[in-house]
């Protein structure tokens, strides 16, 4: 089993920024990939980036350049950095891993989710 804990949420002003942290605990063997979705109300979920332990990010073509993902493997952490924030960024944002969790569907284990709330 994985548990996964976000933080980082909350209410930010159109153009600005905020940084998502997730930590994982428990069998490693499970996060080889790490990363983040977000669902918007009436809306499916999508993703928004992953990255493999050993890998490449990969972030979703609608968000590049406004957010980075990084991870700490020492941690088993991953972080979402986001800048040029627009009210369609608004959501609730999941942690997700898995072996590889570039689909929903192979995603193993989900965190809570945190809301980002962005006001125009």
């Known amino acids: 089993q994985v548990q996964l804990v976000e933080s980082g949420g909350g209410l930010v002003q159109a153009g600005g920024s905020l940084r998502l942290s997730c930590a994982a605990s428990?069998?490693?063997?499970?996060?080889?990939?790490m990363g983040w979705y977000r669902q918007a109300p009436g809306k499916q979920r999508e993703l928004v980036a992953h990255?493999?332990?050993?890998?490449?990010?990969v972030v979703a073509d609608s968000m590049k350049g406004r957010f980075t993902i990084s991870r700490d493997n020492a941690k088993n952490t991953v972080y979402l950095q986001m800048t040029s924030l627009k009210p369609e960024d608004a959501a609730v944002y999941y942690c997700?891993?898995?072996?590889?969790?570039?689909?929903?569907?192979?995603?193993?284990?989900w965190g809570q989710g945190t809301q980002v709330t962005v006001s125009s």
């Open positions: 990255m493999p332990s050993a890998g490449r990010a």
């Open positions: 997700a891993t898995g072996v590889t969790i570039a689909r929903m569907r192979d995603v193993r284990f």
């Open positions: 428990g069998n490693s063997a499970f996060t080889n990939d």
